[in-house]
């Protein structure tokens, strides 16, 4: 049995929770204390994941609890590697006639994609830190709203279900996306980008960041352009295609749902994200709704700029990354962007995070609609985001309390 020591509760306002990992362990002897402090009283209680899961799946139909000798497999044939990623691969994946006695909602003749993340790695670990340290009422509420498709339909891509496969993996069923991720599509532009196709863009990434805040209550914590994709294949002169959110392997379920009051509010967390793209604060141990806005006003100057602010392509360190950071002033040297479009950027990049612009007013304000359509980019980018891995390497450190 994985044990956790209990710890002083007296610099926390609502839930501790603290969490003990071992990859030599099985996922099903994960033990948990929870101390909830409501008032004066203290309670101290212990649960188990496969406790946890039992409470959760008995309320939500898409998320699936196997043990042996039952799999994944059972349920979904795997076919060729669509991507792979930090965390695990993801697979194309079509119904078996047992998965679709199961999962009633899907389709026999419709291809899926399933991420699988191996129980020996850090998502799975990830993945069950999220599961436990809410209340079982908050994961399911958060759960839902996830796999609705009023989120689909807020430009995050569609999860039809989780499968918890014990002791040996966890698998996501999700949407298949036909076309590129930004970053691919954004290297292998030959034509100027123009500032309209920008403006739509921007709206997109902010309905899904939005939409993630405000009705799941969650932060995606790795904004980057390697993390929205479009929905079907790019055509030279055509419309783009919509994009999608993906990749909630470092997500960071909030309490609650992001409101007024809590819209700018910063926690404490260890950093984590991709290094280019982290907020100032983060490195400080803090994060909240603005870190998220930061990620996507730096896709936006690099779209707008074929460069990223602050000078940050110019450094090969970690420490000299930051530095620059902290240090350099945002400037639109030579670049064709609209005033309007520098006015967008600027409020989104302000480095205090009290001032910068929420998801809220930036939803609302007129570049998004009023955008010219002339060419702000030129098709041969100064500074490519082929950078070194350094620059790229995801800085994983889980948080350590439930905030």
């Not at 599961?131 to 009422?137: C, F, K, N, Q, R």
């Not at 993630?212 to 929205?228: C, Q």
């Not at 392997?249 to 909030?254: A, D, I, P, T």
């Amino acid at each position: 049995m994985v044990s956790v020591q209990n710890r002083s509760c007296a610099k926390r306002c609502s839930r501790l929770c603290w969490f003990a990992w071992r990859e030599e362990q099985g996922l099903d002897t994960l033990t948990l204390p929870i101390t909830s402090v409501s008032g004066s009283t203290v309670e101290v209680g212990q649960t188990t994941l496969s406790d946890r899961l039992r409470e959760i799946e008995d309320r939500c139909e898409k998320l699936i609890v196997l043990k042996p000798p039952k799999s994944c497999e059972d349920f979904f044939q795997l076919g060729d590697v669509l991507g792979e990623g930090g965390f695990g691969k993801v697979y194309r994946a079509t119904l078996t006639s047992q998965g679709k006695r199961t999962c009633s909602w899907l389709e026999v003749d419709h291809v899926y994609a399933v991420k699988r993340i191996e129980n020996s790695g850090r998502g799975s670990s990830e993945l069950i830190r999220r599961t436990m340290l809410v209340s079982a009422e908050r994961h399911v509420d958060y759960f839902r709203s996830l796999t609705n498709q009023a989120c689909a339909e807020s430009n995050i891509i569609q999860i039809f279900a989780q499968i918890f496969d014990i002791p040996n993996s966890i698998s996501v069923v999700l949407e298949v996306l036909e076309g590129p991720d930004m970053l691919d599509w954004i290297q292998s532009c030959k034509s100027p980008i123009m500032e309209r196709d920008i403006a739509n863009m921007a709206k997109q990434m902010f309905t899904a960041i939005h939409y993630l805040h405000w009705i799941i209550g969650a932060l995606h914590r790795d904004i980057k352009p390697d993390n929205f994709g479009f929905c079907k294949p790019v055509k030279i002169g055509g419309l783009l295609p919509a994009l999608k959110l993906f990749d909630f392997g470092v997500s960071l379920v909030l309490p609650d749902p992001v409101n007024t009051t809590t819209e700018l509010k910063l926690l404490d967390a260890k950093p984590c994200g991709t290094l280019l793209y982290m907020a100032p604060e983060v490195f400080d141990g803090k994060c909240g709704p603005p870190s998220d806005v930061w990620g996507v006003g730096l896709i936006l100057y690099y779209l707008l700029c074929r460069d990223l602010p602050f000078d940050l392509l110019t450094y090969n360190s970690k420490r000299g990354t930051i530095r620059g950071l902290r240090r350099n002033k945002l400037t639109f040297d030579d670049a064709e962007a609209s005033v309007g479009a520098r006015q967008f950027v600027t409020a989104i990049l302000q480095k205090d995070p009290s001032c910068r612009s929420s998801t809220r007013t930036v939803l609302s304000n007129h570049w998004l609609v009023n955008a010219q359509r002339s060419p702000c980019s030129s098709p041969r980018p100064e500074r490519m985001l082929k950078v070194s891995p350094s620059q790229t390497a995801t800085i994983w450190r889980a948080s350590t309390g439930c905030i």
